[in-house]
Structures are given as structure tokens and as C-alpha cells.
């Protein structure tokens, strides 16, 4: 049963995690950022750890990050759990609908037009080394991520971060994937505003890499 009381109080935070995932690192980054401490159980994907009933049972959709707050309470998708880790925090506009309802239209973006493009050729290209096999498909991702990072572009020359011209969950949400776009073939010599704009997240204090 969940108790909305302090939920820290009673465990630590578990992060069902991959670590080449750039859905699991928005969730580490923001824990760390916040300084929240957590365990980090690390799920085999490659070996489809996500896809047996004890791993289902916490997520049935079989897919990290997973979050568990308290025990056999669980939280799934990553723009969710950062909401929810971010609630009340700078992170996380407050007391402003507006800004609030802005943050979640990157979030939602990020989901359905960015990060599926920009992570499935990167899957293939560096992780699964099948490049050849799945050339048309990549190109197909390929064509609708560079059509997302265009609109990050158009953004970002004229503001420095996505939301409030501050960090949010928004920048962390839609970083994840982009500053390792390279590693799916996209070519990013032409967003020199998405470039500054990653390191402006990169120099955020208490920053992690995807590898830390
Ligand atoms: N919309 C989800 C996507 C999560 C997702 O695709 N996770 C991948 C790793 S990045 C996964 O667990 N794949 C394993 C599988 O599908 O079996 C989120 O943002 O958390």
C-alpha cells in the first residue's frame, strides 16, 4: 500500500536500471542532481531481464528505468518518474501551471518524436552492431530525429534552456538521448546551438555522465 508520507523515510530509492539506457541516466542524473540516494540494480536487457514475470510484475510494460519508492511500489517511464522526483523542486516549475504544462510538452515530445529516432539507430549502429541489417529502418528513424532536432534548434537559437529560460526536467528529459545522437550516425556539426546548449546542461552543478 503507498503512503504519501515521506517516502524516503522508509528505504532508499531502487533504480532498475541498463546503463547504456538514456531513459535510466534521466532518471540517475536527476537523482543526483537532487542528491537523493539510491540503489542501482542493474537489469540485462540484451538478455530480456526485462521480460520475465518476476521483472514484470513491477513493470508490465518490461521496460527500465524502474523505480521503486517505497516497497513493491513501483514507477515506470522515465518523463513520469522525473515528475514526480522533480515535484516542489527548482527542477520543476512551481505554483505555475503554464510552465509546468510547457515542461510536459517537451516531455511528451521527447517520447514520441525525439528519443525513439535518436535511440534505435544509436541500439543498432553501437550496441547491437547490425547496422547493415537494419539500414532502411535507420534511415527511416533518421529522417523524422533530424526533423526533431530541427525544432530543438530553432528553439535553442533563441533560448538557453527549454522552459523559463532555466534547467528543468524538460533540458535533462530531451538531453538524454541528443548529446549521444553521434553514436546513431547523426551528423550534429549543423545544430551549433543544441552543441552549446549540451554543454550549458553539462556544466549544471552536480552533473553525472551516462557512463558514471
Ligand atoms: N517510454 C519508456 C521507454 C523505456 C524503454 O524503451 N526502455 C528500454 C531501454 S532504453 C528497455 O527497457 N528495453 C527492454 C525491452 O523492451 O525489453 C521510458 O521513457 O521509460
Redesign the pocket.
Known sequence: MYSQTNDRQVMNYKLYD?P?????Y?VRLLLTQLEIPFDRIN?N?LQ????VPEFLQKNP?????VLEIQPDVYL??????LAYLAEGTEYFPRDNRLLQTRVLQWLFFE?YSL??NL?RPR?FISVAKQQDKFAHLIDHWRNLGYQALDVMEQHLEKYAFFVNDSYTIADI?LYSYTHVASEGGYDMSKYPAIQAWCDRVKSQPKYIGIKE
Open positions: 541498463s547504456p539506457s538514456g531513459n535510466c534521466k537489469v536487457i530480456g531481464a526485462t521480460r510494460a518490461g521496460k527500465v528505468p515506470s517511464e522515465s518523463g513520469a518518474i517520447q528519443s525513439p535511440s541500439f528529459a
